[in-house]
C-alpha cells in the first residue's frame, strides 16, 4: 500500500526551527518528485517547497531563505528544515507525490509565542 507519514510538527516560539519529516512507503520513492504543502485555516493547500528526483528544488516565495527541503533516498524519506518560524507560517504542513495523487496524513505546525 503506498503512504507518505509525516511528523515532526509541533508548537514553537517565533524565530524557533523544526524539521519534518515524509516517510515513504509501498513505491519506488527516489524515482519520484517530492512537494512539501501547508494548509492555513478555512484557505486550499499551498505549495511550500519541491525536490525533484534530480534533487532540483523549488520553493515558495514566502519560506525562500528559511526553509530547506532534501531527500534521503536510503530512507524513503524527505525533509523539510524550517528555521526562523513565524506566526504565519501556522499550519498543517502535508507531504505529496503528484505522479502518484498521493497525500500524507498531514502534521500540525504552531508558531507562537
Known amino acids: 500500500q503506498d503512504q507518505l507519514v509525516e511528523s515532526g510538527g509541533g508548537l514553537v516560539q517565533p524565530g524557533d526551527s523544526l524539521r519534518l519529516s515524509c516517510r515513504a512507503s509501498?513505491?519506488?520513492?527516489?524515482?519520484?518528485?517530492i512537494a512539501w504543502y501547508r494548509q492555513f485555516p478555512g484557505k486550499q493547500r499551498e505549495l511550500v517547497a519541491v525536490?525533484?528526483?534530480?534533487?532540483?528544488?523549488t520553493y515558495a516565495d514566502s519560506v525562500k531563505g528559511r526553509f530547506t527541503i532534501s531527500r534521503d533516498n536510503d530512507k524513503n524519506t524527505a525533509f523539510l528544515q524550517m528555521n526562523s518560524l513565524k506566526p504565519e507560517d501556522t499550519g498543517i504542513y502535508y507531504c505529496?507525490?503528484?505522479?502518484?495523487?498521493?497525500w500524507g496524513q498531514g502534521t500540525q505546525v504552531t508558531v507562537s509565542s
Open positions: 505529496y507525490c503528484e505522479t502518484r495523487e498521493l
Open positions: 509501498g513505491f519506488d520513492f527516489p524515482s519520484y518528485n
Open positions: 525536490i525533484s528526483q534530480r534533487r532540483r528544488i
